[in-house]
């Protein structure tokens, strides 16, 4: 459908730096002891040598991305009910719900789109039908099939990520400030967030009788008992916004996952795949002096730790989405679950690269798509594989 394009690596490699680990050992140096698990957790970043408090199993990742995306929902119905002084509580809950869901997605159903989830073959697909259709996630076959096409393809015009996000008006060649304004209108644009929906429901009636009853089923249960606990504005903080925050999330995390249309000649194709793949960590650089020197520079850190590159690990970069590079190394590993230890472990053997913050991330991605030539303007896509794209999202 497309014609291949490709842009320069040499700019990029100016942001994207190998030495990433040097604002985290930082963070070691001038933070507590007591303080590490929950850095690592927060800015998806682990020191050398650390070791997971717990070590994360694929049955303990569904519990969490059931507690979230359910207890976030049930959360929201619960503060309905309380007084006014706890409706500001309504943002924290509906994050947590987007988290869950995106969480199901990101991690649970994308292992098992790889077939490597639980190692149950029946089970693992019993559980993926089960999350698309209660989260509702693209159907798992759709999913896997598109996800597929993404690993061969990863970076280019002809991976299933970069199409959708042309669809969305980030075409190659476009300057910065207008992929940025595009970008903007893509993520308020109510057409996006219909298609979105569209695409979802019909998908799951589409495949085979006895799939969309129990589809029906399973959502209309979910609507009504949302509906009969907290009315019509129940269903609209507790399904209908974190559906568009569910989209807004998955644009921004396609979009930063990889840098695209690049090129090395230099590379092998494996390193350059992996290349392709930046990691993205949520933090910045602590302030030089301590927290008695220097109170206010430790104090406006701590309120962007905790307000902005949280809300960015919790709302997008998910689970082990920050070191996405390693599953693109090693996608079949055993340890996905605590792919943030392994990605550190591997680090000086596979070189890998990343960026702090999600600004960053997103700078990277829109300048490698505005450094690389314009596709053939010709190369249009008609509304059935619009919606074939927008399933793997």
């Given at each position: 459908?497309?014609h291949?394009?490709?842009?320069?690596?040499?700019?990029?490699?100016?942001?994207?730096?190998?030495?990433?680990?040097?604002?985290?050992l930082?963070?070691g140096?001038?933070?507590?002891?007591?303080?590490?698990?929950?850095?690592?957790?927060?800015?998806?970043?682990?020191?050398?040598?650390?070791?997971?408090?717990?070590?994360?199993?694929?049955?303990?990742?569904?519990?969490?991305?059931?507690?979230?995306?359910l207890?976030?929902?049930?959360t929201?119905?619960?503060?309905?009910h309380?007084?006014?002084?706890?409706?500001?509580?309504v943002?924290?809950?509906?994050?947590?719900?987007?988290?869950?869901?995106?969480?199901?997605?990101?991690?649970?159903?994308?292992?098992?789109?790889?077939?490597?989830?639980?190692?149950?073959?029946?089970?693992?697909r019993?559980?993926?039908?089960?999350?698309?259709?209660?989260?509702?996630?693209?159907?798992?076959?759709?999913?896997?099939?598109?996800?597929?096409?993404?690993?061969?393809?990863?970076?280019?015009?002809?991976?299933?990520?970069?199409?959708?996000?042309?669809?969305?008006?980030?075409?190659?060649?476009?300057?910065?400030?207008?992929?940025?304004?595009?970008?903007?209108?893509?993520?308020?644009?109510?057409?996006?967030?219909?298609?979105?929906f569209?695409t979802?429901?019909?998908?799951?009636?589409?495949h085979?009788v006895?799939?969309?009853?129990?589809?029906?089923?399973?959502?209309?249960?979910?609507?009504?008992?949302?509906?009969?606990?907290?009315?019509?504005?129940?269903?609209?903080?507790?399904?209908?916004?974190?559906?568009?925050?569910?989209?807004?999330?998955?644009?921004?995390?396609?979009?930063t996952?990889?840098?695209w249309?690049?090129?090395?000649?230099?590379e092998?194709?494996?390193?350059?795949?992996?290349?392709l793949?930046?990691?993205?960590?949520?933090?910045?650089?602590?302030?030089?002096g301590?927290?008695?020197?220097?109170?206010?520079?430790?104090?406006?850190?701590?309120?962007?730790?905790?307000?902005?590159?949280?809300g960015?690990r919790?709302?997008?970069?998910?689970?082990?989405?920050?070191?996405?590079?390693?599953?693109?190394?090693?996608?079949?590993?055993?340890?996905?679950?605590?792919?943030?230890?392994?990605?550190?472990?591997?680090r000086?053997?596979?070189?890998?690269l990343?960026?702090?913050?999600?600004?960053?991330a997103i700078?990277?991605?829109?300048?490698?798509?505005?450094?690389?030539?314009r596709?053939?303007?010709?190369?249009?896509?008609?509304?059935?594989?619009r919606?074939?794209?927008?399933?793997?999202?």
């Amino acid at each position: 459908m497309f014609h291949d394009t490709k842009g320069s690596r040499d700019s990029i490699a100016t942001t994207a730096q190998p030495d990433t680990l040097q604002i985290r050992l930082k963070m070691g140096a001038r933070l507590p002891a007591w303080a590490q698990p929950g850095l690592t957790w927060v800015t998806g970043h682990a020191l050398p040598g650390q070791r997971p408090l717990w070590r994360q199993t694929p049955q303990s990742q569904l519990a969490i991305g059931l507690v979230l995306a359910l207890g976030g929902l049930v959360t929201t119905l619960l503060l309905l009910h309380l007084s006014w002084h706890w409706s500001p509580l309504v943002v924290l809950s509906v994050s947590v719900t987007v988290s869950g869901a995106r969480f199901g997605q990101t991690n649970l159903l994308h292992q098992i789109a790889h077939g490597h989830f639980c190692g149950r073959p029946r089970l693992d697909r019993l559980v993926g039908h089960g999350l698309s259709m209660l989260l509702l996630l693209p159907p798992l076959d759709q999913y896997a099939a598109a996800h597929i096409v993404h690993h061969s393809e990863v970076g280019t015009l002809n991976d299933p990520d970069f199409a959708v996000l042309r669809l969305l008006g980030l075409e190659a060649g476009s300057p910065t400030k207008v992929l940025v304004r595009r970008l903007i209108l893509a993520l308020v644009n109510p057409r996006t967030h219909l298609t979105f929906f569209r695409t979802r429901v019909l998908d799951h009636l589409r495949h085979g009788v006895l799939r969309a009853l129990v589809f029906l089923l399973v959502q209309g249960a979910l609507v009504a008992t949302v509906v009969h606990a907290g009315g019509l504005t129940g269903w609209v903080l507790g399904c209908g916004l974190p559906w568009v925050l569910f989209n807004v999330s998955a644009i921004l995390q396609v979009l930063t996952e990889h840098v695209w249309l690049c090129e090395h000649e230099d590379e092998a194709p494996s390193a350059h795949r992996r290349h392709l793949t930046v990691g993205r960590f949520m933090g910045e650089m602590p302030p030089e002096g301590d927290a008695i020197s220097s109170p206010v520079e430790w104090a406006g850190w701590w309120l962007r730790l905790l307000t902005v590159h949280l809300g960015a690990r919790v709302l997008v970069v998910q689970g082990p989405l920050p070191g996405h590079d390693e599953h693109h190394a090693n996608a079949m590993s055993d340890e996905w679950p605590n792919a943030i230890f392994l990605r550190e472990a591997n680090r000086e053997r596979r070189v890998y690269l990343g960026v702090w913050g999600l600004r960053a991330a997103i700078d990277l991605s829109l300048r490698s798509i505005s450094e690389a030539r314009r596709a053939n303007p010709t190369d249009t896509v008609d509304a059935a594989e619009r919606d074939r794209l927008f399933r793997g999202m």
